[in-house]
């Protein structure tokens, strides 16, 4: 099958084909199952996807619906084929789920493996502080960086200062300065890649690594929350796996695509959502849920994981009242139940429109500020609050009501 022809095959699902074979040939190899993480022997299902990705099969699927702990299993069958002797690259659509995968990696990652893992990009996309720790720039420092960053700085002052006289031959050193730094992070970058078992970044750096692939530089090619990846982004990438683990679920958010056109070429349905109902015997679905009482998850369960996601018994149950002490034992609307749903529709509350994607509602902030503060009145902590809102505007509105 010609390139052009497998890509389009792999897009169109229409067209798909029996690609088990045609992705890549099958590897005589086979690994032992290491596991640091000594919890995940309680979730039998957790250690059937490590095994499952032992197997070494040209392609393996996790499938992690919410809050089944697929990022720490992904993180523990990565840490396996480290401890086998393999180097991983790991990639991810995003900097939140390449940040998400690199903590979860470092609170697995084992003393006794000699090679460290990397954090590749700019760290000032990063988002947490503690990614910066496996960063580039913290595992090999360079003092010749440091010190063009430091020209680069007092040249670029130079640029803004209007009182600067000159600023032609400045200009010529500030091109000359970047062009510099650039070739010593590329040089630097090297060095670390060269010298670590896994390399994390986002898909869209990875694409400037193709001289590593064809070094044959890693053994696994892992791509995390797949069923939100285009297959077009992950096309480039796995012509060159040696062995490819897909981890993500399908009944999340799909692929944004932004033209009719798009949607029609069939570029709104991830690679992994095409292979999902097909590769039967390579994939794996966590059928265990630690974040949400039954109530919740028991309706996505039933309309999308065909009643297979179970709740653990440790949240099947939980309220709010179970993490704060009540003076009354039966708690009220806000404590005892697991989902309350307050509609403001006859409230003539009307919403205000900033820009033509972002729109705001100044009355539900102020109501969703008071439940916080009502809740945290109660005694729930600060950190066991997480409000969501489908808009800039009125994140920055509720914000603002909340305060400090």
């Known amino acids: 099958m010609d390139k052009e022809n497998y890509s389009a095959n792999l897009i169109n699902p229409e067209k798909m084909r029996d690609i088990n074979e045609d992705i890549v040939e099958k590897n005589n190899i086979e690994h032992t199952t290491i596991i640091y993480d000594k919890r995940l022997y309680q979730d039998g299902q957790k250690m059937k996807a490590i095994e499952l990705c032992s197997r ?11 809050g089944t702990g697929k990022t720490t299993t992904l993180a523990a069958a990565v840490l396996s084929a480290v401890a086998n002797g393999e180097k991983v690259l790991v990639v991810a659509p995003s900097h939140a789920a390449c940040d998400a995968f690199t903590l979860a990696l470092a609170k697995q990652w084992p003393r006794s493996i000699e090679k460290s893992f990397v954090r590749l990009g700019n760290s000032l996309r990063f988002t947490s502080e503690d990614v910066a720790l496996y960063s580039t720039d913290k595992i090999s420092p360079s003092a010749k960086l440091e010190d063009l960053q430091d020209q680069l700085f007092h040249v670029r002052n130079q640029l803004l200062d209007n009182s600067c ?4 031959s400045v200009m010529l050193e500030e091109k000359y300065l970047t062009r510099e730094y650039w070739t010593e992070g590329k040089e630097n970058e090297k060095k670390v890649i060269k010298s670590s078992s896994v ?34 982004s992950t096309l480039p990438l796995i012509s060159w796996a040696p062995r490819l683990l897909l981890a993500g679920d ?12 798009a949607k029609l070429l069939g570029l709104d349905i991830s690679l992994f959502e095409m292979l999902a109902g097909k590769m039967k015997d390579q994939i794996c679905m966590l ?3 630690y974040r949400s009482h039954n109530m919740i998850a028991g309706w996505s369960s039933q309309h999308f994981y065909k009643n297979r ?72 902590l600060q950190s066991d609050i997480g409000v969501i809102a489908p808009y800039w505007s009125q994140i920055s509105l509720i914000r603002s009501n909340i305060g400090n």
């Not at 070494?56 to 919410?66: K, N, Q, R, S, Y």
């Not at 708690?331 to 972002?358: K, M, V, Y």
């Open 287 to 289: 059928e265990t849920q």
């Open 56 to 66: 070494c099969e040209p392609l393996t699927l996790i499938h992690g619906p919410p």
């Open 250 to 261: 399908h009944h999340q958010l799909p692929p944004v695509v932004l033209t009719q056109e």
């Open 199 to 232: 390399v994390i970044t986002t898909i869209m750096h990875a694409t400037s690594l193709i001289k590593y692939f064809k070094e044959k530089e890693f053994d696994l090619f892992v791509i995390d929350e797949a069923g939100f990846t285009p297959a077009s």
């Open 165 to 168: 006289k000159g600023k032609g």
């Open 309 to 380: 996601l179970v709740s653990a018994d440790i949240v099947s149950k939980i309220l709010v009242q179970d993490l704060i002490k009540l003076s009354n034992k039966r708690g009220n609307i806000l404590t005892a139940s697991p989902l309350l749903l307050l509609d403001t529709s006859g409230l003539d509350w009307t919403e205000e429109a900033e820009d033509e994607e972002s729109i705001s509602n100044p009355d539900e902030a102020v109501l969703v500020a008071e439940l916080v503060e009502k809740y945290l009145q109660m005694g729930v």
